[in-house]
């Protein structure tokens, strides 16, 4: 980011402006529309859920935020910079850290050295990158564990792992990408509160893409609903769990975890 979009980025906080701002976005392939003039914000502090059944469009409209695609058409602003088309590792340098849906971490290496990968992030400072990961393992209760071998991990581990590296960039906004799914309830519980004290003690602004309703509706102050590429609801959790829309299209098509 230049000291000009730094400068903007201020002043959009000061007055009210949202951190990422995703307006009329498209992304078609190979003529099919992924997604489809998709509109969404997210606040400076903010939880965000992004909802819908699988094959909507929520991944893909991820990758379009965080420069794994470019959109077709439409607007994605952060920090009041234009961020539409950007490689990936310049929004990643901008502020924008992810996880991904499978978790891979790097079997050879250990909790540490995976977490490091993200703390290299616009550094080749080794001390500074092993605080950066220290920092992020130890956020999500893991720095015990940061001399165990990544093959060692259960899976609930790994997907914290797979937090760790994106929290070891120093992201303004972490997206987070079904991070929950597969954990059982009382594993879903604590990563929530993981995601809270993220929240609250750091001022982590948070988007995240969740099938898991359990989490959604413990975290989320705002959610958006993705179907068939549109946003076709939004509002706070009650309000879309109430929308006969979404109880239609996504809830009803299934029980909510």
């Known amino acids: 980011m230049t000291p000009a979009e730094a400068a903007t980025a201020r002043a959009g906080a000061a007055a009210g402006a949202p951190m990422l701002d995703v307006a009329g976005v498209s992304k078609s392939f190979r003529g099919l529309k992924a997604v489809a003039g998709a509109s969404l914000s997210v606040a400076h502090g903010e939880i965000v859920a992004l909802i819908g059944p699988n094959g909507a469009g929520k991944t893909t409209l991820f990758n379009l935020v965080a420069g794994a695609l470019a959109p077709d058409e439409g607007a994605i602003r952060f920090l009041g910079a234009d961020i539409a088309g950007e490689r990936s590792d310049r929004i990643c340098a901008a502020g924008i850290g992810r996880t991904f849906q499978i978790v891979k971490p790097f079997a050879d290496m250990t909790v540490l050295?995976?977490?490091?990968?993200?703390?290299?992030?616009?550094?080749?400072?080794?001390?500074?990158?092993?605080?950066?990961?220290?920092?992020a393992l130890r956020s999500l209760d893991m720095w015990l564990q940061r001399d165990r071998p990544a093959s060692a991990l259960t899976l609930p581990d790994r997907k914290r792992l797979e937090v760790a590296r994106a929290l070891a960039t120093e992201p303004k906004l972490l997206l987070l990408d079904e991070v929950m799914a597969g954990l059982r309830p009382t594993e879903t519980d604590q990563m929530v509160a993981a995601f809270r004290r993220l929240n609250a003690e750091h001022g982590r602004t948070i988007l995240l893409i969740e099938h898991v309703m359990r989490a959604v509706m413990a975290l989320a102050q705002r959610v958006y609903v993705l179907h068939h590429g549109e946003i076709i609801a939004s509002g706070t959790p009650q309000q879309v769990t109430a929308d006969p829309r979404v109880l239609e299209s996504y809830l009803g098509a299934g029980t909510p975890h």
Do not use: I, L, W, Y
């Not at 990968?117 to 920092?135: I, L, N, P, Y």
């Open 113 to 135: 050295e995976n977490a490091m990968v993200g703390g290299f992030r616009g550094t080749s400072d080794r001390r500074q990158a092993r605080r950066r990961a220290e920092r």
